[in-house]
């Protein structure tokens, strides 16, 4: 057979690009690798040792006004041949009208779960087994399907981790954003099919009249999480969880999406919970933050507190393993150990087996007895809250330790606590 072959069309997602290396020892490489290190120090050794960095505005909690989403004592269990997983164990959270609440913890610690929860989505064998989910005054646990499909997409919505599994691959893109306003807003077809496509070009995608007749397994990874989020914010709604929103997409999007969810929630009033791991979203997007650690939420705050002061011992393990620009340190931090297992969690604090500061202050009660999330002692009511021995004791009553925070230097264990070392 003869002929030519034609040139291959690049994907619309990618334009491919060939580099010659003109040196094929890779010395131009080496040189330029080592030009940008010189560059990247001479920008750490600009940084000043004590940078002022103006704070960003925080909506501060009215102590008065109720909240838009209450949960209670949710306790989310998983019924497995190896026993039963306690994924969610006695979950207290709550959103006002216009606040972002950042929720934080390592995987596996119950974030999805929770958010699961609150949209009455838990997958088999899942059950949600105690508590209470309060939206604007309404029981959501008592809800029939039908009645939860009737909030879900409108006052209701959710961002879902892994947008290849959540979008339905038979329905092109825009058709699967048409179906939200076809079930919730009283729009003709050729309404919908704009209004569509409009979503779709305010989360970034190009040419949205052509990708909305696009199939998911057309799109890219970034492109279908920004399809999710079209989706999740096409009526407005008055929640919004937001599972890991960001991590498919590039920072520039990433910028983008953060400031689409910014001003919908000063336009609109929309509550946000921000279920994500990366801290640096967190501070930038978030007006209070929750920490949760193997089913529990372990510590709240507003994110300047938080930052500042972190008293849990574990969140000071976590914020303590962020690099940070101009601090120089042979190694980050690490949190010893792994997250205990939660078909048969430990007696008593579940982080005791991976705090140092236990030992440091002979609390042998962390490893008898389940702490309460309460008060600290430096707060008035419930603006700062941990679950944690080192600011309570065994009857709840507030107790400070050495100057009302954990000692920096006991913020987690070296290497590996020895077999029988402390209470």
Known sequence: MSGTRPDPTPADDEVRMEVHDPDP?????????ADRAIADQALIDDVPDEAVVEPRPVRQR???????LDVRGLKTHFHTRSGVVQAVDGVDLSVQRGEVLGVVGESGCGKSVTALSIMGLVPYPG?????????DDQDLTGLSNRQM??????????IFQQPGSALNPVHR????????????RDYDDEEQTRRAADMLRQVGIPDPERRARAYPHELSGGM???VMIAMALACQPDLLIADE????LDVTIQAQILDLMRDLVAESGTAVVLITHDLGVVAEMADRVAVMYAGQVVEEADVITLFEDPKHPYTRGLIGSMPVLGDRREALETIPGVVPNLVDPPVGCRFADRCHARVEHDLSICTEQ???????????????VVRCFLHHDAEGRPRAVEGGSTPADVVTAPAELAPGEGP
Do not use: C, N, W
């Open 370 to 384: 389940d702490p309460e999330l309460l008060p600290v002692v430096e707060t008035d009511g419930d603006a700062h």
């Open 25 to 33: 020892a890779g010395a131009d490489a080496a040189r330029v690798a």
């Open 62 to 68: 009215d102590p008065d006004e109720p909240a838009l």
């Open 173 to 184: 893109a825009g058709r699967q954003i048409e179906e939200v306003y076809e079930l919730h």
């Open 224 to 226: 279908a999480q920004r």
């Open 245 to 248: 929103p960001t991590t498919a």
């Open 127 to 135: 059950k949600v087994e105690a508590g209470t989910v309060t939206f």
């Open 149 to 158: 499909s009737r909030l879900r997409g409108d006052r209701l919505s959710m």
